[in-house]
C-alpha cells in the first residue's frame, strides 16, 4: 500500500496539464463502436456502483423491513440523479438560451479535468503514505 501511495503521490506532480482542444470526437459512429462503447460503459458503471450494492446488502442484512431501507435508496437514488434531470429539463424548455450556459460548463470541465485528476492522486497518494506508516 506504501508502494501504491508513493507512486500515487509523486505521480501527482507528473500529470500533463490538458490543452483546452474541447471534447473528443468520436472516430466512429459504427454499430460495433457504439456497442463496444456501451458494454465499456457497463463495465466502469458496475465498478463504480460496487459502494452502492455494499449498502443495500448492509440495510437488507440488518433484517430490515423493505419501507425501512426503501425511502433511504429512493432519497440516494434521487439526489444522484436531480442536477441531471435539471440540466436536461432545463436545456428542453429553453434550448437557445441554455446553450450557452451549458457550452462555458463544458469548458469549465474540460479545463480543469487534468488538475482534479491531479489532486485526487496527490490527497490518495498521502493517504496511502500516512497509513502506510512513511509519514
Known amino acids: 500500500m506504501t508502494i ?56 437488507t442484512s440488518n433484517h430490515l423491513a423493505y419501507y425501512e431501507w426503501l425511502p433511504i435508496i429512493a432519497g440516494y437514488n434521487l439526489i444522484m440523479i436531480t ?13 437557445s438560451f441554455m446553450n450557452k450556459p451549458l457550452r462555458k460548463i463544458q469548458a469549465l470541465y474540460d479545463k480543469s479535468t487534468s488538475s482534479a485528476l491531479s489532486w485526487v492522486m496527490f490527497f490518495v497518494g498521502l493517504i496511502l503514505l500516512m497509513n502506510g506508516g512513511m509519514i
Open 83 to 95: 442536477p441531471a434531470i435539471l440540466l436536461l429539463g432545463l436545456h428542453i424548455l429553453f434550448k
Open 4 to 59: 501504491v501511495g508513493a507512486i500515487l503521490f509523486v505521480g501527482s506532480w507528473l500529470v500533463p496539464k490538458k490543452k483546452i482542444s474541447g471534447s473528443p470526437k468520436p472516430k466512429s459512429f459504427s454499430i460495433g463502436a457504439m456497442i463496444a462503447l456501451g458494454f465499456t460503459t457497463s463495465l466502469l458503471e458496475v465498478a463504480t456502483a460496487l459502494p452502492y450494492f455494499a449498502a443495500i446488502g448492509i440495510l
